[in-house]
């Protein structure tokens, strides 16, 4: 049980505090061998990430992903709010299989995971860590992703309606699992 939900050593490769937090949490939320669902999660337990959480349905027969949230921070960040889209809608080709492959892995090995990525924001490279954890309604078939990127750094503040920096580039992965 201490090994599945440590994820054969996950906790130790988060690097960052905030979604060591999270992980955590989701930990602390299991019932014996079984995954959380979504309800089992109160997101005033942490409201230090609401702004920066997805949420993705995972629909079966063929697998695929639909954003049911995206948080704010993230949307505007991104340029992007693909709210009730599907992952295949993801406007950059490279950053959208690379998602999609990780979605796939973890459905298919039920595990959380952690990536590490930089991109380019208003001329400076940024360093942020996605941490991905499995939701499940019956505590086996998974069907909902809560991911939760944290940058590492405070980002330069814009309104929430100016929409990203002209010069933001695609997350490009550093470090992955």
């Known amino acids: 049980m201490a090994e599945?939900?440590?994820?054969?050593?996950?906790?130790?490769?988060?690097?960052?505090?905030?979604?060591?937090?999270?992980?955590?949490?989701w930990v602390s939320r299991h019932h014996g061998e079984l995954l959380p669902s979504r309800q089992d999660l109160d997101p005033?337990?942490?409201?230090?990430?609401?702004?920066?959480?997805?949420?993705?349905?995972?629909?079966y027969e063929p697998v695929r992903f639909r954003f049911?949230?995206?948080?704010?921070?993230?949307?505007?960040?991104?340029?992007?709010?693909?709210?009730g889209k599907m992952v295949d809608e993801v406007p950059d080709a490279?950053?959208?299989?690379?998602?999609?492959?990780?979605?796939?892995?973890?459905?298919a090995d039920?595990?959380?995971?952690?990536?590490?990525?930089?991109?380019?924001?208003?001329?400076k490279t940024r360093r942020f860590e996605v941490l991905r954890l499995p939701l499940a309604s019956?505590?086996?078939?998974?069907?909902?992703?809560?991911?939760?990127?944290?940058?590492?750094e405070a980002l330069p503040a814009r309104s929430p309606l100016a929409g990203p920096p002209k010069d933001t580039s695609v997350p490009k992965v550093v470090q992955d699992d």
């Open 4 to 25: 599945q939900q440590n994820s054969g050593g996950l906790r130790q490769r988060i690097r960052h505090p905030d979604l060591l937090r999270l992980y955590d949490y």
């Open 44 to 59: 005033a337990d942490f409201k230090f990430a609401v702004g920066n959480v997805t949420l993705i349905d995972v629909l």
């Open 68 to 83: 049911r949230l995206i948080g704010s921070l993230m949307a505007q960040r991104m340029g992007w709010d693909l709210t």
């Open 94 to 107: 490279e950053y959208r299989e690379g998602l999609l492959a990780a979605y796939r892995k973890m459905v």
């Open 110 to 123: 039920r595990q959380p995971s952690t990536t590490l990525y930089q991109r380019l924001i208003e001329g």
């Open 138 to 152: 019956d505590g086996k078939t998974i069907d909902m992703l809560l991911l939760c990127p944290m940058y590492f």
